[in-house]
């Protein structure tokens, strides 16, 4: 089939449609499909998709009418959406011309599509609308979509450490609040390794603030940017320091407890179901060194609170949901009443 992704993503608006799209495009990809991205970031976005993928460039992130002119010049069979300003009326344009899968975080928009995903915890609460026929749903961790390295980790037993020794800062691709610095000051004088990843999408500027904090500290901190073997480090940290994007259900998925930050408006309801549910430690957006210092210290010293969450979380996300959003497309594609 050829199958039509349409995200944007990169340093200013952030990684994570980029990334869990590109979870999907590679699950069709081994599935033998074409993919083509279409995109108003096209450089960052080659940078996540599988190798074999074509880009198309759209001038208009919120205007449908370039997308739509190029989906009449050309034989698709199905396209999935994972970007906010594809809104009621860009669903209407492309439904009209093809088989339409939403991915849409909340209920912002009315939904106008033949499959309709949210794989966030808070998925199946929301009100939504639907415009039209009503979609196939996929909502809850059930179907969040993950990346094939953290799939693979996600089928092995996480370690268990009574006393940790590895922890892990990880605050997004582009790190738009640039917390990561007063983050790794907070483990000042823990017998802790701390991986602090750069993102790909972080400053030189931004790199540098990491590796001086680093020396400010006595700790053994190991700042690495975007590293291959990312997941690796996650399954073998004891806990991690995050913002809650979509890199929580990662970190759930693998075992890994968390204190979890809400950087942005939208990353609010994964915050507030995680403190909910008591899956994670949540600290507030504007948390200082002193705060995160104990949080971090309940991690340090209470195994049974880790324990507790490294089940819940492996509970919540199994790590098969990229399969099953994917089985999904394509479902919609082949039992389309036009195909």
Known sequence: MDVVLRVDGGSKIGYGHLVRTGALA????????????????????????PSGSTTVDLPSRGDPEPFVEWLDSTTVDVVFTD????????????RQRVPLAVLQDDARHAVCADLFV??????????????????????????????????????????WREKPERAL?????????????????????????????????????????VLEAATEIEADVRVVRDPDDLADRMLASDFAVSTASST?????????????IAVVDNQEPIATALREQDIATVLPRDADETTLRSAIEVYVTDAERRQRRQKHGKELVDGRGTERVCAEVLSIAENHPDT
Do not use: W
């Open 248 to 260: 929580t259900y990662e970190l759930l998925a693998l075992g890994t407890p968390l204190v979890s």
């Open 118 to 159: 949210n794989g966030n915890l808070y998925g199946p609460n929301q009100n939504y609308e639907f415009i039209g026929d009503l979609p196939e749903t996929c909502l809850g961790t059930k179907y969040v979509l993950l990346r094939r390295q953290i799939r693979r980790r996600a089928a092995e037993e996480p370690p």
């Open 83 to 94: 970007a906010y300003p594809v809104d009621t009326a860009y669903q209407q344009a492309i």
């Open 169 to 209: 800062v990880t605050m997004g691709g582009s790190d738009i609040a640039s917390l990561t610095p007063t983050v790794v000051r907070a483990f000042d004088g823990l017998d802790l390794r701390v991986d602090a990843i750069v993102g790909p999408g972080c400053t030189e500027a931004q790199e540098r603030s």
């Open 26 to 49: 590679d699950e069709l990809h081994a599935r033998g499909h074409t993919i083509t991205v279409a995109t108003t970031t096209p450089a960052p976005a080659q940078e996540v998709f």
